[in-house]
């Protein structure tokens, strides 16, 4: 155990990640009590109702307590992990954190190490350290001295002085694999130990193929070894069926995402008396239209799909009708239309499902358009999406067709007035320039705000959105 003099015992609490969040669940430590860290190490993975973040610690010590197991949810504010901290210093400025020291050890306050460390700030404290994680020894192994000379220099090109230790641990067992915070659960959830994977990412980060490469691996069948039959043996009783009456339910906790996302939903269906139209359109020509386009040299890197003009559509339609593009201040009795297009797009990801919104949707280019929505899928795959990419929308898209679904009557996100469901697209006998034909159909459904879209106003917006797919070009004539 290091020994510290004149040490305090500081109490990192749970900080508000995301905006006016309440609580967060631990996901995963990276630490245990008794281990080492230093400023801007992440000591834990947490979930909010909006996004996974890695906490760092803001000063240097020695864990002594973890206050909560893994899976516990923690009101913000609420101490979750104790680190004696030498010399009595005070953490950097804006960490959360209290402490419990004798009246006659003053403190004297520090700044922040932000600049020079190659530190950026993050929400918490400050980035990741360059450095090596750095934990109690276990072992003494032949690779020490190199293992420790590494962290020496690393620490020297960082501008900090290394706490000595007395045995280190090899560098492949100190680092702790690179991975996404979505990757790192998929490994928790599947069983996979993240430091057995191989990865191909970019800088030895582990992705989600990896991870499924992993599992293939471990399920795979090892070589057949030609050895001597054995003695015959009694033969084994064969396993008892699995049966649904050994667990005849299963309780699944409603926190994080689908907590945020439940509550969401009961108040915008209890509060917006909904309706919703449907109409199936002919989409052949737009569907040739995202093959053009995926050959244009304009289009070269940028995600071209169905989804792309059906967004350009319903942006046109808005134009063309700006009165469907509006919320209900119930406060002031007000219907307040808005000049600007924040446009969500429901995504599902591991974590639930998220809607994030292209700010200033409506004056984009179909480039910027497409660039933007990219940027916005690949994000949310990750589990990056940030708390502010899903505030502040007008109106939503929810492509339930990627399922194989038909058509939906979606429920519409909270202060927005409209929301456009787009089924499957999918070859089905049409009635094309008077004789039947196979062309490519799908259904559309929008769900709107009886109390500031009325019959007229919805019908008009998807009657627009339904002719502009049937036809493309009157996304120029009519934009």
């Given amino acids: 155990m290091t020994t510290m003099t004149n040490a305090s015992v500081r109490e990192f609490k749970m900080p508000d990640v995301g905006e006016g969040l309440t609580e967060a669940e631990i996901l995963k430590w990276y630490v245990q009590p008794g281990d080492t860290v230093t400023d801007g190490q992440v000591v834990c993975e947490v979930e909010t109702a909006k996004a996974a973040v890695e906490l760092p610690i803001p000063y240097d010590g020695v864990v002594r307590a973890l206050h909560f197991p893994e899976g516990t949810t923690v009101d913000v504010g609420t101490s979750i992990i104790a680190v004696e901290v030498a010399g009595g210093a005070a953490p950097a400025a804006g960490a959360p954190a209290a402490e419990t020291e004798p009246a006659s050890a003053p403190q004297e306050p520090q700044e922040p190490k932000a600049e020079g460390s190659g530190r950026q700030p993050v929400l918490v404290g400050y980035g990741v350290a360059t450095s090596a994680t750095r934990r109690r020894p276990r072992k003494a192994a032949p690779e020490a001295s190199a293992g420790q000379a590494a962290v020496s220099v690393q620490a020297e090109l960082n501008g900090r002085t290394p706490a000595p230790e007395p045995v280190a641990e090899p560098a492949a067992a100190r680092q702790r694999p690179l991975a996404k915070p979505p990757v790192r659960k998929l490994a928790k959830d599947l069983g996979i130990d993240l430091a057995t994977v191989i990865p191909t990412g970019p800088d030895g980060i ?14 795979a069948p090892e070589p057949e070894v030609q050895t001597p039959a054995p003695a015959p043996a009694a033969p084994a009783a064969a396993p008892a069926p699995v049966s649904y009456d050994t667990a005849r339910e299963i309780r699944i906790p409603v926190k994080g995402v689908r907590k945020a996302t439940a509550a969401a939903m009961v108040g915008s269906a209890f509060t917006a008396p909904h309706v919703t139209e449907f109409v199936t359109v002919d989409v ?5 239209l995202v093959e053009e386009l995926k050959e244009d040299k304009e289009f070269s890197g940028l995600r071209v799909n169905p989804l792309l003009l059906i967004a350009k559509a319903l942006l046109v339609a808005i134009r063309r009708n700006p009165e469907i593009n509006a919320s209900w201040d119930e406060a002031a009795q007000e219907i307040v239309v808005k000049h600007y297009v924040n446009l969500g797009i429901a995504a599902a990801t591991p974590r639930g499902l998220i809607v994030p919104n292209i700010k200033d949707a409506h004056a984009k280019t179909l480039p910027q358009l497409a660039e933007s929505l990219g940027e916005l899928v690949s994000t ?14 007008t109106v939503t898209i929810t492509n339930v067709g990627v399922f194989g679904v038909d058509t939906g009557t979606p429920i519409l996100n909270p202060g927005e007035s409209a929301i456009l469901a787009v089924g499957a697209i999918k070859p089905q006998p049409w009635v094309h320039k008077g004789k039947v034909k196979p062309r490519q159909v799908t259904t559309l459904a929008l769900s709107f705000d009886h109390r500031l879209v009325d019959g007229e106003l919805g019908s008009k917006v998807l009657a627009d959105v339904a002719a502009i797919l049937e036809q493309p070009k009157r996304l120029i004539t009519w934009a």
């Fill in 380 to 393: 949310a795959r990750e589990g990056k999406t940030s708390p502010s990419a899903m505030q502040g929308g």
């Fill in 284 to 288: 052949t020509r737009t569907m040739k």
């Fill in 206 to 219: 582990i992705t989600r193929e990896d991870v499924h490469a992993a599992v293939s691996a471990t399920q």
